[in-house]
């Protein structure tokens, strides 16, 4: 498994992260071990939850099934902002991200946090209460690196402005939805993060399964699948999405490849990403994520996916 360094200083990352969201939630911990195991395994090390991820039960039962292997693996997490409705006062953020920080050291059962993500910005609070407050953390030992997420391009730009002015920790990377089929990032998004020397960690990578082929345009849904289960996600289902698919599809059949190692191996091919997340429920699924990001593709490659997005 190849490893890239996620933005300028942060740690290095194997191409292809195991995201939590299942741990907790569809796994139990006995099936959560075996998923992890399998994961480091096949080289992967970089191992993304956060805190409202089976009301932190997926960073329980994360830190478990690492056990003594905790030094193999880069643990990611993510804090809440403040609740909805609650006030805001002076201080209010920061007391929440060091009780965030926390509660997920000890869900975690370590003594650092790798990398500290910002889950969404807080609407109300200065941008200097978070940047001052992470850094507090850095500083503590409690946290190694600080990233952002669901952010737009000017939240990433100030915040790293805060950070730099006052000497402090700046964002390493930042966490987007980014796939085949969702590009709208590409337009400020990335280009902002690039500016930033920041890595990209993508996530749905494969559009909520639409991008493994699964699914087919007029056919239910497979019973237990995530858009026959979360109608959230079923809004990707769009004939023009479909027809989408089936242009990618061929576009990988051409090459000998499947669906799924083009829609790694394109998100890594682009300037910036880091390393791509992706869940995973059984270790087949993870072995079959870690050899999907073997294909490098070349400049023909890209230029066969633009033909057919574009058609």
């Given at each position: 498994m190849r490893t890239r360094a996620l933005g300028a200083g942060g740690p290095e990352l194997s191409v292809v992260g195991l995201g939590g969201n299942n741990f907790g939630m569809k796994l139990d911990?006995?099936?959560?071990?075996?998923?992890?195991?399998?994961?480091?395994?096949?080289?992967?090390?970089?191992?993304?939850?956060?805190?409202?991820?089976?009301?932190?039960?997926?960073?329980?039962?994360?830190?478990?099934?690492?056990?003594?292997?905790?030094?193999?693996?880069?643990?990611?997490?993510?804090?809440?902002?403040?609740?909805?409705?609650?006030?805001?006062a002076p201080g209010a953020l920061a007391r929440r991200i060091r009780e965030a920080a926390e509660g997920s050291l000890r869900r975690l059962g370590t003594d650092r946090i790798d990398v500290y993500y910002q889950h969404y910005p807080d609407a109300e609070a200065p941008v200097e209460e978070v940047v001052e407050t992470l850094d507090e953390l850095v500083r503590a030992g409690k946290v190694l690196h600080v990233a952002t997420s669901n952010v737009d391009a000017a939240q990433i730009v100030d915040q790293n402005a805060a950070a730099r002015s006052r000497g402090l920790a700046t964002f390493t990377g930042v966490q987007i939805e980014w796939n085949l089929l969702a590009r709208a990032v590409e337009e400020s998004i990335v280009p902002a993060a690039r500016a930033e020397s920041m890595g990209v960690v993508p996530y749905f990578p494969l559009a909520s399964g639409l991008l493994t082929g699964k699914y087919a345009a007029g056919r239910p849904f497979p019973d237990g699948s995530r858009l026959a289960t979360m109608p959230y996600f079923a809004a990707v289902a769009t004939d023009a999405n479909f027809a989408a698919v089936e242009r990618l599809a061929k576009v990988a059949a051409d090459r000998g490849r499947d669906?799924?190692?083009?829609?790694?191996?394109?998100?890594?091919?682009?300037?910036?990403?880091?390393?791509?997340?992706?869940?995973?429920?059984?270790?087949?699924?993870?072995?079959?994520?870690?050899?999907?990001?073997?294909?490098?593709?070349?400049?023909?490659?890209?230029a066969a996916v633009e033909a057919a997005l574009a058609s």
């Open positions: 911990a006995e099936q959560t071990r075996e998923v992890v195991a399998a994961a480091l395994d096949e080289g992967i090390t970089h191992f993304d939850t956060a805190e409202m991820y089976g009301g932190g039960k997926s960073e329980e039962f994360l830190g478990a099934a690492l056990g003594a292997r905790r030094d193999q693996a880069v643990i990611a997490t993510k804090y809440l902002p403040r609740p909805d409705g609650e006030e805001f669906l799924v190692s083009l829609a790694f191996g394109w998100l890594l091919a682009q300037d910036g990403v880091t390393s791509v997340i992706a869940g995973a429920t059984m270790p087949a699924q993870v072995a079959a994520n870690a050899a999907a990001a073997a294909w490098q593709l070349d400049a023909d490659d890209l």
